[in-house]
Protein backbone atom coordinates (compact mmCIF):
# COMPACT_ATOMS: atom_id res chain seq x y z
CA UNK A 1 0.00 0.00 0.00
CA UNK A 2 1.55 3.17 -1.38
CA UNK A 3 2.77 5.55 1.54
CA UNK A 4 1.08 8.37 2.82
CA UNK A 5 2.89 11.28 4.81
CA UNK A 6 1.78 12.83 7.79
CA UNK A 7 3.33 16.45 8.66
CA UNK A 8 2.83 19.46 10.75
CA UNK A 9 5.07 22.94 9.15
CA UNK A 10 8.44 24.09 8.82
CA UNK A 11 9.25 24.68 12.35
CA UNK A 12 7.77 22.51 14.52
CA UNK A 13 6.22 22.64 17.46
CA UNK A 14 4.65 20.40 19.83
CA UNK A 15 1.87 20.37 18.43
CA UNK A 16 2.51 19.97 14.89
CA UNK A 17 4.84 17.10 15.80
CA UNK A 18 2.03 15.51 18.17
CA UNK A 19 -0.64 15.63 15.90
CA UNK A 20 1.31 14.43 12.85
CA UNK A 21 1.83 11.46 15.38
CA UNK A 22 -1.77 11.10 17.41
CA UNK A 23 -3.16 11.37 13.28
CA UNK A 24 -1.22 8.86 11.90
CA UNK A 25 -2.24 6.51 14.35
CA UNK A 26 -5.13 7.04 13.12
CA UNK A 27 -5.02 6.80 9.80
CA UNK A 28 -2.98 3.26 10.33
CA UNK A 29 -5.80 1.71 12.77
CA UNK A 30 -8.48 3.01 9.83
CA UNK A 31 -6.50 0.60 7.08
CA UNK A 32 -4.34 3.50 5.67
CA UNK A 33 -0.32 3.09 5.53
CA UNK A 34 0.57 6.26 7.13
CA UNK A 35 3.68 7.50 8.35
CA UNK A 36 4.24 10.95 10.91
CA UNK A 37 7.47 13.17 9.76
CA UNK A 38 9.00 16.26 10.69
CA UNK A 39 10.43 19.15 8.20
CA UNK A 40 12.75 20.55 11.14
CA UNK A 41 14.54 19.67 14.24
CA UNK A 42 12.33 19.44 17.39
CA UNK A 43 12.05 21.73 20.49
CA UNK A 44 13.47 20.69 23.93
CA UNK A 45 9.88 20.74 25.20
CA UNK A 46 8.46 18.62 21.97
CA UNK A 47 11.65 16.03 22.69
CA UNK A 48 10.20 16.20 27.01
CA UNK A 49 6.37 15.38 25.41
CA UNK A 50 8.30 12.31 23.12
CA UNK A 51 10.39 11.14 25.85
CA UNK A 52 7.78 11.10 28.21
CA UNK A 53 5.23 9.10 26.30
CA UNK A 54 7.95 6.62 24.91
CA UNK A 55 7.70 7.82 21.33
CA UNK A 56 10.20 8.02 19.19
CA UNK A 57 11.10 11.34 16.82
CA UNK A 58 9.45 11.08 13.79
CA UNK A 59 11.92 11.09 10.28
CA UNK A 60 13.04 14.31 8.81
CA UNK A 61 11.75 14.67 5.20
CA UNK A 62 13.57 17.20 2.88
CA UNK A 63 10.90 17.58 0.70
CA UNK A 64 8.14 15.68 -1.48
CA UNK A 65 9.06 16.58 -4.92
CA UNK A 66 9.20 13.88 -7.92
CA UNK A 67 11.65 11.94 -7.76
CA UNK A 68 12.91 9.31 -9.98
CA UNK A 69 11.69 6.32 -7.39
CA UNK A 70 8.08 7.89 -7.62
CA UNK A 71 8.06 7.52 -11.49
CA UNK A 72 7.59 3.79 -13.42
CA UNK A 73 11.19 3.16 -14.31
CA UNK A 74 12.05 0.25 -15.57
CA UNK A 75 12.69 -1.50 -12.59
CA UNK A 76 15.10 -4.78 -12.56
CA UNK A 77 16.26 -4.20 -16.01
CA UNK A 78 20.01 -4.95 -15.90
CA UNK A 79 22.29 -8.01 -17.03
CA UNK A 80 25.47 -8.96 -15.39
CA UNK A 81 28.61 -7.55 -17.45
CA UNK A 82 29.81 -11.09 -18.08
CA UNK A 83 26.54 -11.70 -19.74
CA UNK A 84 27.02 -12.40 -23.85
CA UNK A 85 26.11 -9.75 -26.32
CA UNK A 86 23.91 -12.15 -27.81
CA UNK A 87 21.96 -12.18 -24.23
CA UNK A 88 21.61 -8.58 -23.96
CA UNK A 89 20.56 -8.00 -28.08
CA UNK A 90 18.10 -10.55 -27.21
CA UNK A 91 17.37 -8.92 -23.86
CA UNK A 92 16.43 -5.70 -25.46
CA UNK A 93 14.24 -7.29 -27.85
CA UNK A 94 12.35 -8.50 -25.63
CA UNK A 95 11.54 -6.16 -23.02
CA UNK A 96 11.57 -3.64 -25.91
CA UNK A 97 14.28 -0.99 -24.41
CA UNK A 98 17.37 0.37 -26.38
CA UNK A 99 19.52 0.24 -23.56
CA UNK A 100 20.68 -2.06 -20.07
CA UNK A 101 23.14 -1.30 -17.41
CA UNK A 102 25.64 -3.97 -16.42
CA UNK A 103 26.34 -5.08 -13.28
CA UNK A 104 29.20 -7.11 -11.35
CA UNK A 105 28.37 -10.14 -9.43
CA UNK A 106 27.34 -7.95 -6.27
CA UNK A 107 24.62 -5.86 -8.71
CA UNK A 108 27.46 -3.05 -8.57
CA UNK A 109 26.85 -0.42 -11.56
CA UNK A 110 29.59 -1.45 -14.00
CA UNK A 111 28.36 0.15 -17.71
CA UNK A 112 25.58 0.36 -19.85
CA UNK A 113 25.35 -0.79 -23.48
CA UNK A 114 22.88 0.36 -26.36
CA UNK A 115 21.56 -1.17 -29.58
CA UNK A 116 24.00 1.33 -31.32
CA UNK A 117 26.82 0.68 -29.09
CA UNK A 118 25.98 -3.11 -30.57
CA UNK A 119 25.67 -2.68 -33.88
CA UNK A 120 29.17 -0.65 -33.47
CA UNK A 121 30.69 -3.77 -32.16
CA UNK A 122 28.88 -6.08 -34.53
CA UNK A 123 30.08 -3.76 -37.73
CA UNK A 124 33.66 -3.18 -36.32
CA UNK A 125 34.22 -5.48 -33.59
CA UNK A 126 36.97 -8.07 -33.42
CA UNK A 127 35.99 -10.89 -34.64
CA UNK A 128 38.83 -13.13 -34.01
CA UNK A 129 39.26 -13.03 -30.16
CA UNK A 130 36.75 -14.46 -27.86
CA UNK A 131 36.78 -13.98 -23.83
CA UNK A 132 33.67 -15.19 -22.27
CA UNK A 133 31.95 -18.26 -20.89
CA UNK A 134 31.51 -22.17 -21.69
CA UNK A 135 27.93 -21.68 -21.16
CA UNK A 136 27.18 -18.34 -22.69
CA UNK A 137 28.99 -19.94 -25.92
CA UNK A 138 26.44 -22.89 -25.78
CA UNK A 139 23.52 -20.52 -25.55
CA UNK A 140 24.77 -18.05 -28.16
CA UNK A 141 24.97 -21.59 -30.75
CA UNK A 142 22.42 -23.64 -29.06
CA UNK A 143 24.70 -26.29 -28.51
CA UNK A 144 25.25 -29.61 -26.39
CA UNK A 145 27.80 -29.94 -24.28
CA UNK A 146 29.86 -32.73 -24.66
CA UNK A 147 33.11 -32.04 -22.39
CA UNK A 148 33.58 -28.40 -20.05
CA UNK A 149 36.75 -28.94 -17.95
CA UNK A 150 36.81 -24.58 -17.77
CA UNK A 151 33.60 -21.97 -17.88
CA UNK A 152 36.46 -19.61 -18.60
CA UNK A 153 37.18 -19.49 -22.49
CA UNK A 154 39.95 -17.09 -23.69
CA UNK A 155 41.29 -17.89 -26.92
CA UNK A 156 41.60 -17.04 -30.83
CA UNK A 157 39.00 -18.27 -33.19
CA UNK A 158 40.00 -20.63 -35.85
CA UNK A 159 37.81 -22.00 -38.51
CA UNK A 160 38.77 -25.49 -40.70
CA UNK A 161 37.51 -24.09 -43.47
CA UNK A 162 40.90 -25.55 -45.79
CA UNK A 163 41.11 -28.90 -46.99
CA UNK A 164 42.50 -31.04 -44.51
CA UNK A 165 46.17 -31.92 -45.40
CA UNK A 166 46.34 -28.27 -45.88
CA UNK A 167 45.12 -27.31 -42.21
CA UNK A 168 47.63 -29.81 -40.53
CA UNK A 169 50.41 -28.98 -42.47
CA UNK A 170 49.64 -24.86 -42.13
CA UNK A 171 47.61 -23.92 -39.57
CA UNK A 172 48.79 -24.33 -35.75
CA UNK A 173 46.96 -24.98 -32.58
CA UNK A 174 47.87 -24.41 -29.78
CA UNK A 175 46.20 -23.58 -25.82
CA UNK A 176 45.14 -20.53 -26.94
CA UNK A 177 42.85 -22.08 -29.90
CA UNK A 178 39.16 -22.23 -30.54
CA UNK A 179 38.53 -24.42 -33.31
CA UNK A 180 34.98 -24.51 -35.32
CA UNK A 181 35.11 -28.30 -37.29
CA UNK A 182 32.74 -30.70 -38.77
CA UNK A 183 33.19 -33.82 -38.74
CA UNK A 184 36.80 -33.93 -40.03
CA UNK A 185 37.97 -36.78 -37.87
CA UNK A 186 41.52 -35.92 -38.55
CA UNK A 187 41.29 -32.31 -37.85
CA UNK A 188 39.49 -33.28 -34.61
CA UNK A 189 42.10 -35.52 -33.67
CA UNK A 190 45.15 -32.49 -34.72
CA UNK A 191 42.89 -30.07 -32.56
CA UNK A 192 42.31 -32.95 -29.17
CA UNK A 193 46.36 -33.84 -29.46
CA UNK A 194 47.09 -29.85 -29.67
CA UNK A 195 45.11 -29.22 -26.46
CA UNK A 196 43.15 -26.45 -27.75
CA UNK A 197 40.84 -24.71 -25.46
CA UNK A 198 37.72 -25.33 -27.09
CA UNK A 199 36.51 -27.34 -30.01
CA UNK A 200 33.09 -26.60 -31.68
CA UNK A 201 31.76 -29.59 -33.79
CA UNK A 202 29.31 -27.88 -36.40
CA UNK A 203 25.93 -29.56 -38.23
CA UNK A 204 25.51 -32.25 -34.92
CA UNK A 205 28.95 -33.57 -36.19
CA UNK A 206 30.54 -37.13 -34.62
CA UNK A 207 33.12 -37.70 -32.47
CA UNK A 208 34.64 -40.98 -32.27
CA UNK A 209 35.44 -42.32 -28.73
CA UNK A 210 39.03 -42.24 -29.12
CA UNK A 211 39.38 -38.41 -30.06
CA UNK A 212 36.98 -37.69 -26.66
CA UNK A 213 39.58 -39.70 -24.84
CA UNK A 214 42.37 -37.81 -26.00
CA UNK A 215 40.47 -35.00 -25.00
CA UNK A 216 39.75 -35.91 -22.00
CA UNK A 217 43.20 -36.50 -21.41
CA UNK A 218 43.94 -33.08 -22.29
CA UNK A 219 41.39 -31.40 -20.95
CA UNK A 220 39.81 -30.09 -24.03
CA UNK A 221 36.36 -28.20 -23.72
CA UNK A 222 34.58 -29.86 -26.57
CA UNK A 223 30.32 -28.30 -27.71
CA UNK A 224 28.34 -29.37 -30.18
CA UNK A 225 25.84 -27.22 -32.41
CA UNK A 226 23.03 -28.02 -35.08
CA UNK A 227 24.66 -24.77 -36.73
CA UNK A 228 26.72 -25.34 -40.00
CA UNK A 229 30.28 -24.19 -40.25
CA UNK A 230 29.27 -20.34 -42.28
CA UNK A 231 26.54 -19.42 -39.09
CA UNK A 232 28.52 -20.93 -36.43
CA UNK A 233 31.52 -18.48 -37.07
CA UNK A 234 28.73 -15.63 -38.03
CA UNK A 235 27.29 -16.16 -34.22
CA UNK A 236 30.40 -17.17 -32.27
CA UNK A 237 31.57 -13.68 -31.44
CA UNK A 238 28.14 -12.69 -29.97
CA UNK A 239 29.08 -14.79 -27.42
CA UNK A 240 31.80 -12.84 -26.17
CA UNK A 241 31.31 -10.79 -22.75
CA UNK A 242 29.64 -7.54 -23.23
CA UNK A 243 31.90 -5.61 -20.90
CA UNK A 244 34.46 -5.95 -23.32
CA UNK A 245 32.19 -3.22 -25.53
CA UNK A 246 34.89 -0.37 -25.06
CA UNK A 247 32.28 2.53 -24.80
CA UNK A 248 30.32 0.84 -21.93
CA UNK A 249 32.17 2.19 -19.50
CA UNK A 250 32.16 4.73 -16.75
CA UNK A 251 27.75 5.99 -17.73
CA UNK A 252 26.15 8.70 -16.51
CA UNK A 253 23.84 7.03 -13.66
CA UNK A 254 20.86 8.94 -11.46
CA UNK A 255 20.25 8.00 -7.56
CA UNK A 256 16.60 7.12 -7.34
CA UNK A 257 16.90 9.89 -5.00
CA UNK A 258 17.32 12.15 -7.39
CA UNK A 259 14.64 14.65 -8.60
CA UNK A 260 12.76 13.92 -11.88
CA UNK A 261 13.35 17.57 -12.26
CA UNK A 262 16.91 17.58 -12.03
CA UNK A 263 17.29 14.49 -14.12
CA UNK A 264 14.97 15.73 -17.16
CA UNK A 265 16.82 19.27 -17.66
CA UNK A 266 20.36 16.89 -16.93
CA UNK A 267 19.15 14.28 -19.73
CA UNK A 268 18.13 17.52 -21.95
CA UNK A 269 21.79 18.26 -21.69
CA UNK A 270 23.22 14.72 -21.89
CA UNK A 271 21.16 14.10 -24.67
CA UNK A 272 20.90 10.49 -24.70
CA UNK A 273 17.80 8.32 -23.69
CA UNK A 274 18.91 5.35 -21.44
CA UNK A 275 20.17 5.93 -17.90
CA UNK A 276 21.08 3.60 -15.04
CA UNK A 277 19.29 3.82 -11.84
CA UNK A 278 21.40 3.27 -8.41
CA UNK A 279 20.90 3.92 -5.14
CA UNK A 280 23.54 5.44 -2.46
CA UNK A 281 25.77 2.47 -2.50
CA UNK A 282 26.14 2.42 -6.46
CA UNK A 283 23.56 -1.11 -6.53
CA UNK A 284 21.86 -0.80 -9.85
CA UNK A 285 18.17 -0.54 -9.54
CA UNK A 286 17.05 -0.75 -13.42
CA UNK A 287 17.05 1.59 -16.15
CA UNK A 288 15.24 5.02 -17.07
CA UNK A 289 14.28 6.31 -20.57
CA UNK A 290 13.42 9.98 -21.08
CA UNK A 291 11.13 8.61 -23.49
CA UNK A 292 9.35 5.96 -21.59
CA UNK A 293 8.37 7.71 -18.72
CA UNK A 294 4.58 8.20 -18.43
CA UNK A 295 3.53 7.57 -15.33
CA UNK A 296 4.33 9.46 -12.59
CA UNK A 297 2.81 8.55 -8.65
CA UNK A 298 2.99 11.57 -6.35
CA UNK A 299 3.66 11.76 -2.91
CA UNK A 300 0.64 11.63 -1.22
CA UNK A 301 0.64 13.77 1.91
CA UNK A 302 -1.59 15.35 4.70
CA UNK A 303 -0.94 18.50 6.49
CA UNK A 304 -2.02 19.45 10.02
CA UNK A 305 -1.50 22.44 12.08
CA UNK A 306 -1.15 24.70 8.74
CA UNK A 307 -2.42 25.12 5.27
CA UNK A 308 -0.34 27.86 3.82
CA UNK A 309 2.51 27.07 1.44
CA UNK A 310 5.34 29.13 2.59
CA UNK A 311 5.11 26.83 5.95
CA UNK A 312 4.90 23.44 4.33
CA UNK A 313 7.11 21.23 2.86
CA UNK A 314 9.37 22.17 0.07
CA UNK A 315 7.99 20.61 -3.19
CA UNK A 316 4.59 20.61 -2.40
CA UNK A 317 3.19 21.29 -5.28
CA UNK A 318 4.54 17.93 -6.94
CA UNK A 319 2.32 16.39 -4.41
CA UNK A 320 -1.01 15.06 -3.69
CA UNK A 321 -2.46 16.81 -0.99
CA UNK A 322 -5.30 14.37 0.88
CA UNK A 323 -6.21 16.24 4.02
CA UNK A 324 -5.72 18.67 6.07
CA UNK A 325 -6.26 19.32 9.77
CA UNK A 326 -5.71 22.81 11.20
CA UNK A 327 -6.68 25.27 13.83
CA UNK A 328 -5.46 28.20 12.17
CA UNK A 329 -7.02 30.59 9.41
CA UNK A 330 -7.62 29.70 6.16
CA UNK A 331 -4.32 29.88 4.03
CA UNK A 332 -3.47 29.99 0.15
CA UNK A 333 -3.30 26.14 -0.35
CA UNK A 334 -4.98 25.24 -3.57
CA UNK A 335 -6.23 21.26 -5.00
CA UNK A 336 -6.90 19.67 -7.96
CA UNK A 337 -9.42 17.84 -6.51
CA UNK A 338 -11.59 18.07 -3.65
CA UNK A 339 -10.05 16.91 0.08
CA UNK A 340 -11.32 16.31 3.26
CA UNK A 341 -10.23 19.70 4.90
CA UNK A 342 -11.38 19.78 9.31
CA UNK A 343 -10.71 23.69 10.42
CA UNK A 344 -12.25 24.03 13.83
CA UNK A 345 -11.88 27.78 15.78
CA UNK A 346 -9.93 25.80 19.06
CA UNK A 347 -6.44 25.89 20.47
CA UNK A 348 -4.83 23.34 19.37
CA UNK A 349 -4.48 20.59 16.04
CA UNK A 350 -4.93 17.98 18.82
CA UNK A 351 -7.98 18.91 19.97
CA UNK A 352 -9.88 18.26 16.60
CA UNK A 353 -7.41 15.02 16.63
CA UNK A 354 -9.11 14.01 19.74
CA UNK A 355 -12.64 14.18 17.71
CA UNK A 356 -11.85 12.25 15.37
CA UNK A 357 -11.14 9.34 17.33
CA UNK A 358 -14.63 9.75 19.05
CA UNK A 359 -15.70 10.06 15.35
CA UNK A 360 -14.53 7.01 14.15
CA UNK A 361 -14.49 5.07 17.26
CA UNK A 362 -11.25 4.62 18.00
CA UNK A 363 -9.34 3.91 21.06
CA UNK A 364 -7.29 6.34 22.39
CA UNK A 365 -3.84 4.52 24.04
CA UNK A 366 -2.14 5.96 26.90
CA UNK A 367 1.19 7.34 25.07
CA UNK A 368 -0.98 9.07 22.16
CA UNK A 369 -3.38 10.78 25.05
CA UNK A 370 -0.28 11.82 26.53
CA UNK A 371 0.86 13.51 23.05
CA UNK A 372 -2.48 14.74 22.47
CA UNK A 373 -2.29 15.91 25.80
CA UNK A 374 1.26 18.07 25.26
CA UNK A 375 0.29 19.34 22.36
CA UNK A 376 -2.90 20.95 23.50
CA UNK A 377 -1.16 22.13 26.93
CA UNK A 378 1.85 23.70 24.46
CA UNK A 379 -0.74 25.51 22.02
CA UNK A 380 -2.61 26.98 24.62
CA UNK A 381 -0.20 27.47 27.10
CA UNK A 382 -1.51 25.05 30.13
CA UNK A 383 -4.83 26.70 29.29
CA UNK A 384 -4.41 30.13 29.62
CA UNK A 385 -4.07 31.65 26.31
CA UNK A 386 -6.89 33.12 24.81
CA UNK A 387 -6.91 30.73 22.13
CA UNK A 388 -8.38 28.59 24.73
CA UNK A 389 -11.42 27.02 24.06
CA UNK A 390 -14.49 25.27 25.98
CA UNK A 391 -13.66 21.87 23.41
CA UNK A 392 -9.64 22.13 24.40
CA UNK A 393 -10.60 22.08 28.15
CA UNK A 394 -13.53 19.52 27.90
CA UNK A 395 -10.70 17.16 25.69
CA UNK A 396 -7.98 17.92 28.27
CA UNK A 397 -10.56 16.27 31.04
CA UNK A 398 -11.30 13.17 29.23
CA UNK A 399 -7.17 12.74 28.44
CA UNK A 400 -6.54 13.37 32.29
CA UNK A 401 -9.03 9.93 32.57
CA UNK A 402 -6.66 8.03 29.80
CA UNK A 403 -2.88 8.78 31.56
CA UNK A 404 -3.95 9.74 34.93
CA UNK A 405 -2.12 12.97 34.63
CA UNK A 406 -2.84 16.05 36.37
CA UNK A 407 -2.42 18.50 33.46
CA UNK A 408 -1.96 21.73 35.16
CA UNK A 409 1.35 19.88 36.72
CA UNK A 410 2.60 18.33 33.61
CA UNK A 411 2.15 21.68 31.46
CA UNK A 412 4.05 23.37 33.94
CA UNK A 413 7.33 20.98 33.75
CA UNK A 414 7.11 20.54 30.08
CA UNK A 415 6.35 24.68 29.52
CA UNK A 416 9.84 24.98 31.54
CA UNK A 417 11.34 22.64 29.75
CA UNK A 418 10.68 23.81 26.67
CA UNK A 419 11.26 27.61 27.87
CA UNK A 420 14.94 26.83 28.50
CA UNK A 421 17.50 28.97 26.27
CA UNK A 422 20.48 27.16 27.56
CA UNK A 423 23.03 26.59 24.93
CA UNK A 424 20.90 28.29 21.55
CA UNK A 425 22.22 30.91 20.29
CA UNK A 426 20.04 34.38 19.27
CA UNK A 427 19.41 33.10 15.89
CA UNK A 428 18.22 29.63 16.80
CA UNK A 429 16.00 31.08 19.34
CA UNK A 430 14.56 33.53 16.98
CA UNK A 431 13.97 30.67 14.32
CA UNK A 432 12.57 28.19 16.57
CA UNK A 433 9.04 29.46 16.04
CA UNK A 434 9.01 31.74 13.31
CA UNK A 435 6.62 32.00 10.63
CA UNK A 436 6.38 34.32 7.68
CA UNK A 437 3.03 36.36 6.54
CA UNK A 438 2.83 37.73 2.85
CA UNK A 439 0.94 40.54 3.88
CA UNK A 440 0.29 42.42 0.36
CA UNK A 441 3.76 42.78 -1.06
CA UNK A 442 5.84 42.13 1.92
CA UNK A 443 6.68 39.16 3.93
CA UNK A 444 6.81 39.76 7.59
CA UNK A 445 8.21 37.35 10.04
CA UNK A 446 7.18 37.09 13.19
CA UNK A 447 8.69 34.69 16.07
CA UNK A 448 7.53 34.14 19.55
CA UNK A 449 9.98 32.91 22.49
CA UNK A 450 8.03 31.25 25.49
CA UNK A 451 9.91 32.08 28.76
CA UNK A 452 9.63 32.15 32.47
CA UNK A 453 12.26 34.70 32.61
CA UNK A 454 11.88 37.65 29.96
CA UNK A 455 14.97 39.43 31.92
CA UNK A 456 16.77 37.17 30.28
CA UNK A 457 16.12 38.18 26.68
CA UNK A 458 15.67 41.66 27.19
CA UNK A 459 19.17 42.24 29.40
CA UNK A 460 20.89 40.96 26.06
CA UNK A 461 17.86 43.11 23.66
CA UNK A 462 20.54 44.85 21.48
CA UNK A 463 22.14 41.69 20.70
CA UNK A 464 18.95 40.72 19.51
CA UNK A 465 18.09 43.31 17.64
CA UNK A 466 21.25 43.29 15.79
CA UNK A 467 20.20 39.74 15.14
CA UNK A 468 17.10 40.06 13.92
CA UNK A 469 18.56 42.75 11.22
CA UNK A 470 21.07 40.33 10.24
CA UNK A 471 17.90 37.54 9.98
CA UNK A 472 15.62 40.45 7.57
CA UNK A 473 18.96 40.76 4.97
CA UNK A 474 19.78 36.91 5.18
CA UNK A 475 15.73 35.73 4.74
CA UNK A 476 14.41 38.51 2.48
CA UNK A 477 12.01 39.82 4.81
CA UNK A 478 10.65 43.09 4.77
CA UNK A 479 10.20 43.27 8.35
CA UNK A 480 10.78 40.83 11.93
CA UNK A 481 8.67 41.00 14.80
CA UNK A 482 9.67 39.18 18.18
CA UNK A 483 7.17 38.42 20.70
CA UNK A 484 8.73 37.48 24.25
CA UNK A 485 5.82 36.13 26.29
CA UNK A 486 6.54 36.05 29.61
CA UNK A 487 4.41 32.93 31.03
CA UNK A 488 4.18 33.90 34.39
CA UNK A 489 3.43 37.93 33.74
CA UNK A 490 0.68 36.78 31.52
CA UNK A 491 2.12 39.00 28.93
CA UNK A 492 4.76 39.97 25.90
CA UNK A 493 7.61 42.51 25.14
CA UNK A 494 8.01 43.22 21.15
CA UNK A 495 11.29 44.00 19.83
CA UNK A 496 11.15 44.46 16.18
CA UNK A 497 13.30 45.84 13.13
CA UNK A 498 13.03 49.52 12.41
CA UNK A 499 10.21 50.42 9.86
CA UNK A 500 7.41 48.81 11.60
CA UNK A 501 6.86 51.08 14.61
CA UNK A 502 3.52 52.74 13.31
CA UNK A 503 2.07 49.32 12.26
CA UNK A 504 2.44 48.26 15.70
CA UNK A 505 1.75 51.49 17.60
CA UNK A 506 -1.79 51.55 15.40
CA UNK A 507 -2.43 47.59 15.37
CA UNK A 508 -2.24 47.86 19.83
CA UNK A 509 -3.87 51.35 19.85
CA UNK A 510 -0.32 52.95 21.46
CA UNK A 511 0.65 56.53 21.39
CA UNK A 512 4.29 55.85 22.28
CA UNK A 513 6.51 52.95 21.30
CA UNK A 514 10.06 51.70 21.75
CA UNK A 515 11.63 48.38 21.65
CA UNK A 516 10.72 45.87 24.46
CA UNK A 517 7.46 47.37 25.37
CA UNK A 518 5.23 45.02 27.09
CA UNK A 519 1.31 44.55 26.58
CA UNK A 520 -0.06 42.90 29.41
CA UNK A 521 -2.45 40.24 28.16
CA UNK A 522 -1.06 39.21 24.99
CA UNK A 523 -0.28 35.85 24.67
CA UNK A 524 -1.25 34.25 21.71
CA UNK A 525 0.75 35.54 17.86
CA UNK A 526 -2.36 33.73 16.44
CA UNK A 527 -5.25 35.50 17.63
CA UNK A 528 -3.83 38.50 19.55
CA UNK A 529 -0.69 39.62 17.40
CA UNK A 530 -0.75 38.14 13.42
CA UNK A 531 -4.72 39.57 13.29
CA UNK A 532 -4.15 43.17 14.31
CA UNK A 533 -1.04 43.64 12.27
CA UNK A 534 -2.32 42.13 8.82
CA UNK A 535 -5.90 44.40 9.66
CA UNK A 536 -3.44 47.56 10.00
CA UNK A 537 -1.23 46.60 7.15
CA UNK A 538 -3.71 45.83 5.03
CA UNK A 539 -6.13 49.11 5.77
CA UNK A 540 -3.22 51.21 5.15
Known amino acids: MEKVYIMGHKRPDTDSVTAAITLAYLKNQLGLNAEPVVLGDISKETSFALNYFHTAKPKYLNNVRLQIRDVNYHRGYFLRETSSIYSVYHFM ?20 VTEK ?20 ILATLQGERVLCFDQEIKGVIQVASYRSTTFLNQIPLDQNSILIVGDRHSIIEYAV ?30 LRTSLDTFHTAKMISLANYVKNISSVKEPVAFDHNDSYDDFLEESRKLKHNNYPVVDKTNTCLGLIRVTDVTEKHKKKVILVDHNEKEQSVNGLEEAEILEIVDHHKIGDLTTSSPINFRNMAV ?36 LNSPTTTIFDREV ?28 KSMEEIVQADLKVFPIRDERIAIAQVLTFNSEEVLQAKDEY ?15 LILVVTDILKQGSYFLYTKGIEKVLSDSFELSNIEEGFFISGILSRKKQVVPVIVDTMEGR
Open 93 to 112: MEKGVTGVPLVDENQKLTGL
Open 396 to 423: IDELEKITGLDAADYALTMLKTGTSLKG
Open 347 to 382: GSTNTIIYYLYKENHVQIPYEIAGLMMSGILSDTLG
Open 193 to 222: ASKVKLLIIVGNGEIKEEHLKIAEENKVNI
Open 117 to 136: MLVKELVGGDFTNLETTYDN
Open 465 to 479: LATLNQMVQKNDYQH
